[in-house]
């Protein structure tokens, strides 16, 4: 059992770290706009992921929503219009407002995904295009988790707090203190 948790700890980041950039890769090549006025990458993170893809389709306004102070900050230094709310919750953008969104690796964080979804649609420009892209739950490391009664390894991170994982590799990466101060 220590040899397997200390094994699972070491191979899990590096397991979801390579499913995310064939995720993205594959993403990538699902893109139908070109030219897009509008992007918006919902979770942006610190922006290098909304970076590659903006590029990709040659954006010309790039939006994106991350609550960690922390990546915020870094997505705006890309120069990312950069805002900060709970996904779960009304947005800030008008009706029909964007050409392209992305949803790279949020969507399973969410507790209201009919209304993350429901709400994408509705700032999303006629014609435009949303990619939601999302980690595979039956990998061999998330089956492991699971064998032992463990959360997988994406869902540990709910709303900024790290839970049912005691391998998870991301327990001391930045949280907004201010929003999990409101809980």
């Known amino acids: 059992m220590v040899f397997l948790s200390k094994?699972?700890?070491?191979?899990?980041p590096k397991s979801f770290k390579d499913g995310q950039l064939r995720c993205n890769e594959?993403?990538?090549?699902?893109?139908?706009?070109?030219?897009?006025?509008?992007?918006?990458?919902?979770?942006c993170g610190d922006g290098s992921i909304t970076i590659e893809f903006a590029k990709a389709m040659g954006a010309k306004e790039i939006y994106g929503v991350e609550f960690t102070?922390?990546?915020?900050?870094?997505?705006?230094?890309?120069?990312?219009?950069c805002r900060s709310w709970d996904l779960n919750g009304n947005w800030q953008y008008s009706d029909d407002y964007f050409d392209f969104i992305l949803s790279?690796?949020?969507?399973?964080?969410?507790?209201?995904?009919?209304?993350?979804i429901e709400e994408c649609f509705r700032c999303l420009k006629p014609g435009g295009q949303?990619?939601?892209l999302t980690e595979n739950l039956s990998s061999w490391v998330n089956?492991?988790?699971?064998?032992?009664?463990?959360?997988?390894?994406?869902?540990?991170?709910?709303?900024?707090l790290f839970l049912g994982n005691p391998l998870i590799w991301h327990a001391n990466e930045a949280k907004d203190e201010?929003?999990?101060k409101k809980w």
Do not use: C
């Open 7 to 12: 094994f699972l700890k070491f191979i899990a």
């Open 26 to 43: 594959l993403g990538k090549k699902l893109l139908i706009r070109k030219d897009v006025a509008r992007f918006l990458d919902t979770g």
């Open 69 to 81: 102070d922390e990546y915020r900050r870094q997505a705006e230094a890309r120069g990312i219009i």
């Open 104 to 116: 790279s690796q949020i969507i399973e964080h969410l507790h209201n995904t009919r209304f993350y």
């Open 130 to 132: 949303l990619i939601v």
């Open 143 to 160: 089956i492991f988790s699971l064998v032992f009664g463990w959360m997988p390894f994406s869902a540990t991170n709910i709303n900024g």
């Open 178 to 180: 201010i929003f999990l």
